[in-house]
């Protein structure tokens, strides 16, 4: 995979983002169930969530781009933004911001709140897009930094994915909160492989390490299985 072709699917990947998360918001203002939540049993994107992968599609079209500043900025936002929603988890605090957009229409356990693995996720993917923003030289160890960040969102993005493929609840460790919707954790599967390889391939260096970012999300993967 050349560089040039890398760098044109990192822009199609912010479309195919832009598009789930702008038509996801959209669901919200107009109560429409159906792209919120795609299925009556299934749980739904929440608000914040949309406008998290927003931003962070943003980032990933303003890479290798004059604008990639901005990027940066958008990257970093999103990574502190759902930072200050997990942290209201430990404190058992609301911090008003699960609603600060828009007011749910839909029941749920802690209304507009997304999980805390769905936060956990964009932590993980905005760290590794707002370094991938600011990095001039991709050398071994940034590039391995980002891909194992972004295997580990993968990660936690596949475990609700099977559970909703076998149709199976297997997010025992995080049941007692509100779960992941299906179209995020596909969304963090999809980016986190990509942002993976996109490390991979701007590694200016012979990288013999990316058998160890896969490991690390199979590893997770299995952590939350038996956790």
């Given at each position: ?25 959209w669901g919200w203002y107009t109560h429409n169930g159906f792209v919120v939540q ?142 992941m919707a299906a179209h995020t954790a596909a969304c963090f599967v999809i980016s ?13 260096k012979p990288a013999m390490w990316l058998p160890i970012p896969i490991c690390v ?11």
């Open positions: 995979m050349k560089q040039p072709r890398i760098d044109s699917l990192a822009k199609l990947l912010a479309l195919l983002l832009g598009a789930i998360s702008v038509t996801v918001m795609l299925s009556p049993d299934f749980t739904p994107m929440k608000f914040n969530t949309a406008l998290s992968l927003f931003l962070c599609s943003i980032t990933l079209l303003t890479l290798n781009t004059k604008f990639k500043r901005i990027g940066a900025i958008t990257a970093l936002l999103c990574c502190i933004f759902n930072f200050i929603t997990l942290l209201q988890y430990p404190l058992g605090r609301n911090l008003n911001i699960d609603t600060l957009f828009v007011k749910p229409f839909l029941n749920s356990p802690m209304p507009g709140r997304m999980a805390p693995n769905t936060a956990t996720a964009l932590i993980l993917l905005s760290l590794s897009l707002y370094t991938c923003a600011v990095t001039k030289d991709f050398t071994k160890g940034r590039s391995f930094c980002i891909a194992l960040t972004a295997s580990i969102a993968a990660a936690l993005g596949m475990v609700p994915l099977l559970g909703y493929l076998s149709g199976i609840d297997i997010e025992f460790s995080w049941s007692h909160y509100t779960r986190g492989i990509f942002i993976s390889t996109y490390a991979w391939k701007k590694s200016h999300g199979l590893l997770t993967i299995s952590i939350s299985l038996s956790a």
